[in-house]
């Protein structure tokens, strides 16, 4: 991970991410192939993502959020019941589908 996030990104983050919807399903199968390769494009092209996580047992779930935010690289913004708010900064930002910068361009 490049750094932690402070508490103020975290929360102009929830704020963002409030209005995303989960683009992204992690059931007990966990990361198939075809999960990772989307959570994967959808972390470069728009940074800040939901992912939907069908997993009942509390610990279980907990694991599989921990493994999802390593194993992309990525941070946890949140976690609300069974939907997560992950951030991964790209390299190269794409401004017209960067959840970050359309949110900014939005509010200026």
Do not use: W
Request: contains cysteine; proline residues 2%.
């Amino acid at each position: 991970m490049d750094q932690l996030l402070d508490s103020n990104t975290k929360k102009k983050f929830r704020t963002i991410g409030h209005n995303l919807s989960p683009i992204v399903s992690v059931s007990l199968n966990g990361l198939t192939d075809n999960v990772v390769k989307e959570i994967e494009r959808a972390l470069t092209d728009h940074e800040l993502i939901k992912i939907k996580i069908f997993i009942a047992d509390r610990i279980e779930k907990k694991t599989k959020i921990s493994a999802i935010c390593e194993s992309f690289n990525a941070q946890k913004v949140q976690a609300i019941g069974n939907v997560l708010l992950l951030y991964r900064a790209s390299k190269k930002p794409n401004k017209k589908l960067s959840n970050i910068d359309r949110a900014h361009k939005v509010r200026s």
